[in-house]
């Protein structure tokens, strides 16, 4: 069941669940100066430079669905596919990143 999510979710998806209070978890895999420049609110910062030290602050949502997301959607798809070989069974990547979620959900979010 679990498994058989996509692990891919445009940020439309991501946009709608956060929006309707699903318990998505979002996740910001940038290291901390990208995410200065640019982030989404309520988003969990976790660079994928520390995520093998740093992983357990999921634990909590081991079980719940969670969106990673970076500056395009490359490192975040990497790190979801780690967070799923963990027992993060519904992590999945927010394709495009922040930078998709700028261009399509909020036109605040700047650009870099």
């Known amino acids: 069941m679990n498994a058989d999510l996509p692990i891919e979710i445009d940020c439309q998806a991501v946009c709608d669940k956060l929006r309707a209070g699903?318990?998505?978890v979002l996740?910001?895999?940038?290291e901390e100066d990208e995410?200065?420049?640019?982030?989404?609110?309520g988003a969990i910062l976790l660079p994928m430079s520390q995520?093998?030290?740093?992983?357990?602050?999921?634990?909590p949502y081991?079980?719940?669905?969670?969106?990673?997301?970076?500056h395009?959607?490359?490192?975040?798809?990497k790190v979801a596919l780690w967070?799923?070989?963990?027992?993060f069974l519904k992590a999945q990547s927010m394709s495009g990143g922040i930078d998709q979620w700028a261009k399509q959900i909020d036109a605040r979010v700047p650009r870099y």
């Open 83 to 87: 967070l799923r070989g963990q027992g």
């Open 51 to 59: 995520l093998a030290s740093r992983f357990e602050e999921l634990a």
């Open 27 to 30: 996740v910001d895999c940038r």
């Open 22 to 24: 699903t318990g998505l």
């Open 72 to 77: 395009h959607g490359g490192r975040s798809l």
């Open 35 to 41: 995410h200065a420049l640019a982030s989404i609110a």
């Open 62 to 70: 081991r079980d719940r669905e969670i969106a990673i997301h970076c």
